[in-house]
């Protein structure tokens, strides 16, 4: 086990120069030792439709692209192996689980992870989107999406209008600017094998 910073959900963080919100800390649970920290973006990143055809499926919209966008400019600076898989249930608000569950680094907070770590979650500047679909395909609400305004609140809305991008991801707390973030420390088996676990981890 490491010596580090203890953080705790509310905190903000920075990597790479950029701000988040701590939402959830597991103990000790990444590499070496360190937390794994469960944040979102402090401020929303562009603005985007849900989708062009009115589709609430999150993992074949414009805003699961967008996110994927910023996530690939924000992890240039980053160690990707630090970065940990997220479970996304795309359970629509109605309760019927039409568009299933995705495994991702990175992506908009649920309608459920929003309920849970609501105290936690800054207001900002923009309204944005969550990944979550009001309505089933077939059912009221199919081409709609809920969103958040900047004060926190809720709501839903046609999926072709425009709201913010706000990622969130797990991540290492080794990747925190005021920690040191040398992977020289570790070996080359060390990083082999923490692969190794993750890929299994997937299947």
Known sequence: MVNEKSHKPGDIVKIAGTEFVVLDVQK?????????????????????????????????????????????????GINR????????DLTTVDGIANHGVLHLPVAPLTFDEYRKYFRYIPNCGKSYWLATG??????????????????????????????????AL?????????????????????????????IGNSI
């Open 81 to 88: 192996v630090c970065v940990y898989s997220r479970e996304i």
């Open 134 to 167: 009001y309505g089933a395909p077939g059912h009221y609400g199919a081409t709609r999406a809920l969103y958040v305004y900047s004060n926190g609140d809720w709501n839903y809305y046609y999926c072709s209008d425009s709201y913010a991008v706000r990622p």
């Open 28 to 76: 000790s649970a990444a590499m070496d030792g360190r937390d794994k920290l469960f944040i979102l973006l402090k401020e929303p990143a562009g603005d985007t439709a849900f989708s062009e055809n009115d589709s609430n499926d999150f993992s074949k919209s414009m805003l699961r692209e967008k996110t994927d966008e910023w996530f690939e400019k924000f992890a240039e």
């Open 170 to 198: 797990i991540v290492s707390s080794f990747l925190l600017d005021d920690t040191e973030s040398d992977l020289s420390r570790y070996t080359t088996e060390e990083l082999l094998e923490e692969i190794r676990n993750r």
